[in-house]
């Protein structure tokens, strides 16, 4: 074992949350002092296309532009969502919640995609995210500590600016043998549960057999639009990139869109956190 996946094996262990959650912090920090560095929207297209990711921008529909990339409108509607970690209760590592939408709804029916929704009158964008995840999962987020957010995404889809909170959380079902996710099913099909290894090994060819699969596939879609102007009802193809992965029971999964590239800055962040985390333990190692 690479002392990379030792380091990761340490971090993403029960015990080791609040530590996760102030190295991840120290990642955020030093990445948002160069802000101003960059263009406004390139830090997210430059994390996600870094070699680490291995998928980059790609994780971008190929129908993307106007639709993740450019600045938003000006009366977007605001939007957050938050990624919870936790302790898995069974496995006792980290993972994170994705939810699967049901595929009736208007927008974004079927697929996996973080917890949250519009941000409302009075509220901070940390506060309506959780608000958003009770409501949807029927349990409260339990905060250990607020980490920090990623670029914020402009969804052309649904018209949504979203801020994507981080934060660090006791299990939200371990706190009885008996307890159990009690989702909304107007807006949740399934409640996921996405292993922390998984981001960690994101796309890379030479991963552990041991880490949780995780990989970017090809996939293709087909849709039905109409003509504005004549009503003409046509259909269209489109490719795109997902990442395909094991949920912490073991069953594969797909996401792709906005949550992907999402998944793909957070994975760098991540990525970062655990050599962040080596560097330190060799420092304490060579005292």
């Known amino acids: ?90 496995t006792g590592r980290l993972c994170l919640t994705l939810t699967r939408r049901p595929k009736a709804l208007s927008h974004h029916g079927g697929q996996v995609c973080l917890p949250g929704g519009q941000i409302e009158s009075g509220e901070s964008s940390l506060q309506a995210a959780l608000r958003e995840y009770q409501e949807e999962l029927g349990l409260p987020v339990e905060v250990i500590d607020v980490v ?18 981080i934060v660090t959380a006791q299990s939200p079902i371990a706190q009885s043998p008996t307890a159990d996710w009690r989702p909304d099913p107007v807006e949740v099909d399934e409640v996921i549960e996405m292993p922390l290894e998984c981001l960690l090994h994101l796309g890379e060819p030479g991963a552990p057999h041991s880490a949780p699969h995780c990989t970017l596939i090809d996939q293709k879609k087909q849709r039905i639009g109409k003509s504005q102007g004549s009503g003409e009802v046509f259909q269209y193809r489109f490719g795109h990139r997902a990442i395909e992965f094991e949920d912490c029971l073991g069953r594969r999964r797909d996401v792709w869109g906005a949550t992907a590239m999402l998944l793909g800055e957070f994975a760098e962040i991540v990525a970062c956190a655990v050599e962040h985390w080596v560097r330190g333990v060799d420092k304490r190692d060579s005292r």
């Open 1 to 90: 074992m690479s002392a990379r996946d030792r380091a990761a094996e340490q971090l993403f262990a029960a015990e080791s949350i609040k530590t996760f959650g102030s190295v991840v912090a120290q990642v955020l920090a030093q990445r948002s002092g160069n802000a101003g560095k960059f263009p406004s929207g390139q830090f997210l297209y430059r994390s996600i296309g870094s070699p680490r990711t291995r998928g980059g921008s790609k994780l971008a529909p190929r129908l993307s532009y106007g639709r993740h990339r450019g600045p938003a409108r000006s009366d977007s509607r605001q939007a957050a969502v938050v990624i919870v970690v936790y302790p898995h209760r069974q």
């Open 148 to 165: 920090g957010c990623l670029s914020p995404i402009y969804v052309f889809a649904s018209d949504n600016l979203v801020d994507t909170q």
